[in-house]
């Protein structure tokens, strides 16, 4: 059974930064990618980033680009998101999902359709 864990998350100032954490369990890892989701109150749900555990191929949404890192730490079964530049609008709970490695955005796009599996997601909180 496929097992996420979302750290990190918690309230900071505007310009500051968090590294968010999923930690991984219940599949083989090169065979997987691994997206960070996030949701507003009141909006959808919007594709953050995405890492491909086989290739380290990457994905960015335009919104976090140059902001935001995705890495994976094999050793670990962790992927990070460090999150620099926070802006309150960046405020949201923040999901990782992993499911087949078709490429990154590719997974990312079979996430948002019902694909893989989620964490219970973690709230980050960005004040003005």
């Given amino acids: 059974e496929v097992q996420l864990v979302e750290s990190g998350g918690g309230l900071v100032q505007a310009g500051g930064s968090l590294r968010l954490s999923c930690a991984a369990s219940g599949f083989a890892w090169h065979d997987y990618a691994i997206c960070w989701f996030r949701q507003a109150p009141g909006k959808g749900r919007e594709g953050v980033s995405c890492i491909s555990l086989s290739d380290g191929d990457t994905y960015y949404a335009d919104s976090v680009k140059g902001r935001f890192t995705i890495s994976s730490d094999d050793a670990k079964n962790t992927v990070y998101l460090q999150m620099n530049s926070l802006q309150p609008e960046d405020t949201a709970v923040y999901y990782c999902a992993a499911a087949g ?14 694909a893989g599996s989620w964490g219970q997601g973690i709230q980050v909180t960005v004040s003005s």
């Fill in 101 to 114: 490695d078709g490429g990154a955005i590719a997974t990312m796009w079979a996430l948002d359709a019902g």
